[in-house]
């Protein structure tokens, strides 16, 4: 007990204990998620984890722990619908980021689900994962070791039982998504990104087994045959989306399977440093921009639902954030509340979480403060002052200069 209790000292993600005492977050202005306007001089009470209720000032706050959030503005956490989150430290950086809720979209050996555990008991400070598990593609290579039921698909996963398997293995691990793939990969220089994986009836087998446990599936596709195929088999989502036709953006629109365009990573492509360096990929991230921005505008034009996703690791080196994505959604037609729902409301909605993306009685204590109105300057949510998730708070850079 003594060493698992030094081991948690040690840890830095093994943040304080579930406040036992309940806290009034005090001076702050509040923009809820779901309305374009701020509310100031808002209280935002937290009792275990939630949101008690939302007061103004003047309201009684004795018996609670105050925070003083010094007049700047507070809003709903961040909600990254498409993540490789899989360790601890990329955990903790995420939710720096005022990342507080992650759907991930594939790693290697259910670390996703481990997450998920670990911060819905407490013992790390979030984020909240929505987890996919296992990739569903038709090679698994490595991950076949993620379980040993999987060990059998070592030739391949293409048959119906096959595909059937590896989903019922994933939701057995506890995955509460599937991700499985329309088209090849962007970021690797030997794949075309247009190239179409798994058929429509593949995935459509996908999608009925997980549909018999209630399990969505997300689908990443680049190219529009991979694409459409994945909306008419019942997809929830399009992953990427980048040559998305208007046909099959119709389509997304009449199904409301929405769109994740993780456009922030076909920029990492054209930079230097970041997850993707080469000059393959640079190339094709520059060719891809321009390609992601006119489906975007039409997407969005046409009412497509759109949720924000990094599609990264949160590893030490990334430089892609849900942040920059809201800066590009702006920069690409948006207003600053659309982007803002895109990270909190609509993600929430994706994601499935009924009590996840807005500050209201009842809902999840997950929220960010920043240092400006984001819904006049979108930039401000890469500033994050303080980020509070399920009522613990994981980051906190108010009063400056003080402790
Ligand atoms: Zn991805």
Request: proline content about 4%; charged content about 25%; hydrophobic content about 40%.
């Amino acid at each position: 007990m003594k060493l698992l209790i030094s081991l948690l000292l040690l840890c830095p993600l093994a943040l304080f204990a579930q406040n036992s005492k309940p806290q009034a977050f005090i001076y702050a202005n509040l923009i809820n998620g779901k309305e374009n306007k701020v509310y100031p001089n808002a209280i935002v009470f937290v009792k275990a984890g939630k949101i008690e209720r939302i007061g103004k000032a003047g309201d009684d706050t004795s018996g609670y722990e105050l925070i003083d959030c010094e007049g700047y503005y507070l809003l709903p956490g961040l909600i990254d619908a498409h993540s490789h989150l899989d360790n601890l430290a990329s955990a903790k950086r995420a939710l720096e980021t005022g990342v507080t809720t992650v759907r991930t979209a594939g790693v290697a050996a259910f670390q996703d689900v481990a997450l998920m555990e670990l911060s819905k008991s407490g013992r790390i400070a979030g984020p909240d994962v929505v987890p996919a598990g296992v990739y569903v593609s038709p090679n698994l290579e490595e991950t076949i070791l993620a379980d040993v039921r999987l060990g059998s698909l070592i030739n391949g996963v293409r048959t119906d039982e096959e595909l059937k398997l590896l989903v019922n293995v994933n939701i057995d691990r506890g995955a509460k998504v599937i991700k499985t793939r329309g088209t090849e990969r962007a970021g690797r220089p030997e794949t075309d990104p247009r190239e179409q994986v798994y058929t429509e009836q593949q995935i459509r087998v996908i999608v009925q087994e997980a549909a018999k446990r209630n399990v969505p599936v997300m689908i990443h596709a680049h190219g529009d045959e991979g694409a459409r195929a994945a909306v008419l088999a019942g997809a929830k989502s399009i992953e990427h989306g980048t040559f998305l036709s208007d046909e099959t953006l119709q389509l997304m629109k009449e199904r409301e399977t929405f769109l994740v365009p993780t456009f922030i990573t076909l920029e990492d492509l054209t930079q230097p440093g970041g997850d993707y360096v080469g000059p393959v990929l640079e190339l094709r991230g520059k060719f891809m921009m321009p390609q992601a921005e006119k489906v975007f505008k039409k997407a969005h034009a046409l009412g497509v639902k759109i949720a924000t996703g990094a599609d990264n690791g949160y590893t030490a080196n990334t430089t892609s954030r849900i942040s920059l994505e809201c800066a590009h959604f702006v920069r690409m037609g948006m207003s600053p509340y659309e982007a803002v729902q895109s990270a909190t409301v609509r993600s929430a909605e994706l994601l499935g979480l009924s009590t996840t993306g807005q500050i209201e009685k009842g809902f999840d204590a997950d929220f960010i403060l920043v240092p400006g109105n984001p819904l006049d300057e979108i930039r401000f949510l890469q500033d994050v002052l303080l980020v509070v998730s399920n009522g613990r708070i994981a980051l906190k850079r108010i009063p400056f200069g003080k402790k």
